[in-house]
Every structure is written in C-alpha cells, then in structure tokens.
C-alpha cells in the first residue's frame, strides 16, 4: 500500500530535540525553506511543517515562553490580532468553512514544544475528513507545504 502523506510520521517517528523549531524559525529571517509567513517584533505566523491540513498555521510569540500566564499583555494581543489576520488570509485564499483553534498548554496536554507557547489555527471544509486516514492509512492534502506558502505569504 502507498502512503499518500508521510510528513506526520516522519514527525512522530523523529528523535527528539533539545532545539526548538520556533526559535529557529524566529531567527531565521526570510532564508529559503523558511516557512514563516510574518513577522512582527513580538510574534511570528508560520505554516505547521507537520499540518492537519492544508493550512495549518501556527501563531507563537517570538519569545521562548511556555504558559500563557507568562505571556506580557503586548504579547496576548498579538497573538489574538495575528490569529485575527491569519483566519483573513486564509478565507481570501482557500475559502474555509470554519476552523479549529487552540493550544496545547503543557506536556500532559499534548504540547509538542511545551515551552514556547503557540496557537493553532486549522482551516477546514465539510467532508475534509474521510475515509483515507481511517482506511488507506494516508492523508491527502491538496496542494506542497511550498504552494501553500505562496499562496498565503503576499497576504500578510
């Protein structure tokens, strides 16, 4: 049987590391491969390498900080206001029919990188969830992380 979608389990399946990947991200500027979309001096928007689906975004303070009690006041409100801008761009671009939104806030919660804080923004369409994680062992997504990319970056 061929897998469609492989990147999660490359994720799962990845050794642990003491690097945090929104740090890396945070102070990667704008190098090729860099899957930041926008940057602001307190917080970045940045496509999940390892999507739920097309879409998938991350909304994290630049600041390496895990509890949202932590968080300054400047940084809660951009945090809100980018996750704002980030659910504009992707109705402009991909038309979702609603989205998921949250955080996992601890290790016991299911935070992949319990400390730095991060929303996720999961953009989604009736039927998007069929058979073929269930029966074919695959996820389908429409389109490359890269098109992805392209598609939402002219619009932050």
């Known amino acids: 049987m061929e897998r469609l979608f492989r990147q999660r389990m490359d994720y799962l399946r990845s050794a642990p ?16 491969g860099s899957l930041v979309l926008y940057r602001t001096d307190l917080c970045l928007v940045v496509l999940n390498r ?5 879409g998938h975004l991350l909304i994290s303070p630049l600041r390496h900080v895990g509890a949202l009690e932590d968080l300054t006041t400047e940084e809660r409100s951009e945090v809100m206001e980018l996750t704002l801008r980030a659910i504009e761009a992707l109705k402009a671009s991909m038309s979702p029919e609603g989205f998921n939104l ?15 804080l991060h929303m ?37």
């Open 120 to 156: 996720h923004l999961v953009p989604r369409w009736s039927g998007d969830t069929n058979f073929m994680p269930v029966v074919g062992e695959s996820k389908v997504l429409p389109e490359t992380l890269e098109q992805t990319y392209t598609r939402l970056r002219s619009l932050f």
């Open 102 to 116: 949250g955080a996992n806030l601890g290790a016991a919660a299911g935070a992949g990188v319990p400390g730095h």
């Open 17 to 32: 590391s003491d690097e945090c990947f929104l740090c890396a991200d945070a102070s990667a500027g704008d190098l090729p």
């Open 50 to 54: 390892f999507p739920y689906n097309t």
